[in-house]
């Protein structure tokens, strides 16, 4: 049974735009924050940004001002809008919830951003 998963990713243009959905189980309970996190060929699994149960957002410094973290309130799917993308934003995203259980991770999609 799949848990978690993203979709969304493809491939664009500098400058263009992109929005994620995370898809949550209904078998993952009692979740108090939901993460997204991108790895780029030959670099390490990085986070981008992050939601709470509180809706306070955190954001990675390179994507402040591009990118949207939000969530409808039943947790079943989390977003990520990407605005101006550029090709650095190139990588795998993933969608990480975590809960008083444990942490979850999806398979990942492809997000490539090329003129």
């Known amino acids: 049974q799949v848990q978690v998963r993203e979709s969304g990713g493809g491939l664009v243009q500098p400058g263009e735009s992109l929005k994620l959905s995370c898809i949550v189980s209904?078998?993952?309970?009692?979740?108090?924050?939901v993460d997204w996190y991108r790895q780029a060929p030959g670099k390490e699994r990085e986070l981008v940004a992050a939601?709470?149960?509180?809706?306070?957002?955190n954001y990675a410094e390179s994507v402040k001002g591009r990118f949207i973290i939000s969530r409808d309130n039943a947790w079943s799917t989390v977003y990520l809008q990407m605005n101006s993308l550029k090709s650095e934003d190139t990588a795998v995203y993933y969608c990480?919830?975590?809960?008083?259980?444990?942490?979850?991770w999806g398979q990942g999609t492809q997000v490539t951003v090329s003129s």
């Open positions: 990480h919830p975590s809960t008083l259980a444990g942490t979850y």
């Open positions: 209904r078998s993952i309970y009692s979740i108090y924050a």
């Open positions: 939601i709470t149960n509180a809706g306070n957002t």
